[in-house]
């Protein structure tokens, strides 16, 4: 497994992972359009990929073969994790733990650090949120995302590594 940078031709991988996660975000809402076409305060997810590429804040484990394993995007301004998604058909924790590590290693440890997890009751959601919290973040409260329910959890920073 090798993690890179993602760039424009990875775009229809990057849209393939998030729809293999449609299913949860239907457990949430019975319209996704605006969760991938944004609205007054969110940009579509369209442009939100190209964003994260242009700005060199989006990375992608691939397999020997270039597969995605799955994809982290982040903010430097907001030192927050933007995207985390891993396909359904990998081992979600070893890619979890080495996206976490790796992108730790980008951002500003002196800040607190935010992630958005999906409200789902599912067992893979689940499975996000254990290694969430195994990676030092501890749930902070809800909001919502592109019309989406999700919880928020915060690495602070004296428990950055």
Known sequence: MEIKLVNNEDIPKWECLSLEHDKYVKELVSDI?????GNENS??????MESKIKQ???????????N?????????KNNNITFFGISNNVNIEI?????FSYVFSLLDKNKSININLMNSKSEWINKYKEIIIKNGFVFCGNTVENGVPVNTFVKSPNIIK
Do not use: H, P, Q, R
């Open 33 to 37: 359009t605006e969760w991938y076409e």
């Open 43 to 48: 940009i579509s997810f369209k442009k939100y």
């Open 56 to 66: 060199k804040e989006a990375f992608m484990a691939v397999d020997y073969n270039g």
């Open 68 to 76: 995605c394993l799955g994809i982290i995007a982040f903010s430097n």
């Open 95 to 99: 890619i979890g733990n080495k996206f």
